[in-house]
């Protein structure tokens, strides 16, 4: 059975394709996105209540292409189901996505430019060097000069000595402009005082420069994953359960992975709990104030599309364990299909201690110690110079986890001898320059806590505003949380408050817990969460209104998934699109309703030493938690890793026995004085379960 938020296949990309090019046979079109339009919410439910018995929405691919000789892009929709072109429509003033092929086009054209040849020479690189020469090719992202007419690229230039060399530590000065569609250089920005190519020794991590500075270290052990009874999940096609849960796992060329109808199992109630979760956006703005470098702010997902550089994942290396794979498939622009094996890990992993409680009252014998499984659905995407690693995360207490790593590799700058960095970034390598720069993502969350009909609320710790000794708060000491629910748009525009540990709840205001009489809620507990830096006014500010604040809500409206925009690339921010049209004058109601939550969280980022020439994977992470909407600690039922009762207790203690925790069974890292640890082996906590 096709589920209808499954990601077109290979065959259903070509299709579509195919259908387009025998309606519009004299169209010289360029496939630029071929992409599932998703059914809208009513219908899919409609579908959901009953999948055996309702008709299923029918199949429709959107696409966005490109004609020879007209700016701007052709959208449409096919009808996969009934083989029909519904809508063709050519949209002026907007410049699609990039595509890996459109980036890798770049390099070719500037090696042969005569005036890049030129610059190359004035930087210190022979022009018989030139297959030395490599460039980062980005979005041009907004240059006044130039519009939004043409479909532009900044070439990020850099020099590298030897093709297994890393080329981030030789940059050059100067950034070429390359029309994307006629492969020209249309001009180089230049600045005015030059800085050479560096002449320090290049800073690389392969095997070969490792092996110059001492080799590999030779005292890491192997640690293996054994899960011998294998998972713990099933699978029906793309949809999942796991430990109550249940959800399906779509992937589209933007948002990457996207999570759907997800909902947990009561005791034999099926709860809903979200319609659809994805990182919808982000933004890298740089902060070095000199020209061009105004322009380094880049869109990831809508300006190059996470799924479109997601990587290709592999066992042992990027995932750990019993995996299950899921694949991607893209259009290329001739409209066949090309597919990225394993795009999608799913694994679980050893989750720590779930819970636990011992007693001091005959000396902890009285114990539980439940150890939690959690089960990660994971992609890695590369963009460029980055990698992003996204692992949304499902813990058996009904908690949802996002969490992100940052890796790879700076972008660089040269910096010139004698050169400042006046702050705005860090000579990270000699002659080499990391801007300070942020990874600002905005989460979708469209809540179903037990239905659609939900309100947000903030809630934050207060005190009383009574003094010290008034009759109220007479010891000072009394403080408790306030919500504050949301009735319009324009009110739920708010940031994080680390004073008051705010967090965001979405509500079904109709259930309220039996016992504390509060609301059924998820809440949203984000505290990575920094102001955007780049100025109110600033080409950033406008471009990425979504950044300004670190909520915002919005009533659901289908197909509203872009908060900067369906067309990111080369927008102006004048008038700002997506989620700044949304908000309108934020009038909007949105308490009791269906509604879309943007949450922008993320990193300032000031480059050091130890991030180069790669970087150690920094985490940052979110939790969406359940809170008053179970009964009680829905994971009680966990079989517990090691469980005494204190009446159990007390029998062996009758019988002169000890009960006790203490580790009996396991080989220990270091025993008899052996400080080697090969001993050491996995053990059940006590050996008596
Ligand atoms: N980080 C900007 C970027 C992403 C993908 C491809 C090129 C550049
Ligand atoms: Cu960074």
Not at 517 to 544: D, I, Q, T
Not at 663 to 676: E, I, R, V
């Amino acid at each position: 059975m096709v589920y209808p938020l499954d990601p077109l296949t290979a065959d259903e990309i070509a299709a579509a394709a195919a259908i387009v090019k025998a309606a519009k046979p004299e169209k010289p079109l360029g496939f630029n996105v071929i992409t599932l339009a998703e059914p809208k919410k009513a219908e899919f439910l409609k579908w959901a209540a009953a999948p055996e018995t309702a008709a299923a929405p029918h199949r429709e691919a959107e696409f966005v292409a490109l004609e020879k000789g007209h700016s701007g892009v052709v959208e449409g929709l096919v009808d996969l189901t009934t083989g029909e072109l519904k809508a063709f429509e050519y949209v002026s003033g907007v410049q699609p996505i990039l595509t890996i092929d459109d980036l890798a086009n770049v390099e070719g054209t500037i090696r042969k430019d005569p005036s890049v040849i030129e610059q190359c020479v004035l930087s210190g690189v022979p022009a018989s060097d030139m297959d030395k020469v490599y460039c980062d090719p980005w979005t041009i992202g907004y240059d006044e000069r130039f519009g939004t007419e043409r479909r532009l690229q900044q070439a990020i230039m850099y020099y590298r000595s030897h093709v297994d060399d890393m080329q981030y530590s030789h940059p050059l000065d100067f950034c070429p402009i390359v029309d994307t569609e006629t492969g020209e250089v249309i001009a180089i920005d230049i600045p005015p005082v030059r800085r050479p190519l560096s002449k320090a020794a290049r800073s690389n991590y392969s095997p070969k420069d490792i092996e110059a500075e001492g080799g590999y270290r030779t005292t890491v052990k192997p640690i293996h994953v054994s899960q011998p009874e294998g998972v713990s999940f099933t699978m029906a096609g793309r949809e999942i359960e796991w430990q109550n849960f249940k959800l399906h796992i779509g992937f589209n060329y933007r948002e990457g992975i996207v999570l759907n109808n997800i909902t947990y199992n009561d005791k034999g109630t099926v709860r809903p709990l979200f319609y659809r979760l994805s990182l919808a956006e982000m933004v890298v703005p740089y902060g070095c104030p000199e020209h061009p470098h105004q322009r380094k702010h880049a869109f990831d997902l809508g300006e190059y599309g996470g799924g479109y550089m997601t990587n290709s994942l592999a066992l042992g290396c990027d995932c750990k364990g019993v995996i299950h794979y899921l694949d991607a498939a893209f259009p290329a622009r001739d409209g066949s299909a090309t597919i990225v094996k394993n795009a999608i890990c799913i694994h679980e992993e050893d989750d720590g201690v779930l819970f636990k409680h011992s007693d001091f009252r005959d000396n902890y014998a009285t114990t539980i110690n439940v150890r939690g499984v959690k089960l990660v659905i994971s992609q890695i995407f590369t963009a460029a110079n980055y990698e992003y690693m996204v692992y949304w995360i499902f813990h058996m207490d009904g908690t949802i986890q996002l969490e992100i790593k940052l890796t790879g590799i700076l972008n660089t700058y040269v910096l010139g001898p004698g050169e400042e960095t006046h702050g705005f970034g860090t000579q990270v390598h000699p002659g080499v320059n990391a801007h300070n720069h942020q990874h600002l993502f905005c989460l979708r969350i469209n809540p179903m806590i037990d239905g659609t009909a939900n309100s947000v609320q903030m809630t934050d710790a207060v005190r009383p505003a009574a003094p010290v000794g008034a009759p109220d708060n007479f010891y000072g000491n009394a403080f408790r949380p306030q919500a504050t629910v949301f009735k319009t748009v324009g009110e739920s525009i708010t940031d994080y408050d680390h004073a008051t540990g705010r967090t965001w709840d979405m509500i079904n205001p109709a259930k309220l817990h039996p016992y504390s009489g509060k609301p059924a809620s998820y809440k949203l507990v984000s505290r990575e969460v920094p102001a955007l830096m780049p100025k109110e006014g600033s080409l950033v500010w406008k471009r990425a209104g979504f950044a300004r604040h670190h909520m915002h809500v919005t009533p659901y409206v289908d197909r509203q998934l872009y908060p900067a925009g369906t067309y990111v690339p080369q927008t102006s921010g004048e008038p700002s699109v997506g989620l700044p049209e949304w908000i309108g004058d934020g009038s909007a109601a949105i308490e009791n309703t269906d509604v879309v939550l943007w949450h922008t969280f993320g990193v300032t980022h000031f480059p050091a030493p130890e991030d180069f020439p790669v970087m150690p994977a920094e985490p940052m992470s979110l939790l969406l938690r359940p809170r008053n909407f179970f009964l009680k600690n829905p994971a009680l039922d966990v079989p517990p890793s090691y469980v005494m009762t204190t009446s159990q207790a007390a029998t062996l203690a009758a019988d002169h026995e000890v009960a006790s925790l203490t580790d009996t069974t396991s080989k220990l890292a270091f025993t008899n004085g052996a400080t080697n640890g090969t001993n050491g082996t996995n053990g059940s906590c006590c050996g008596k379960c």
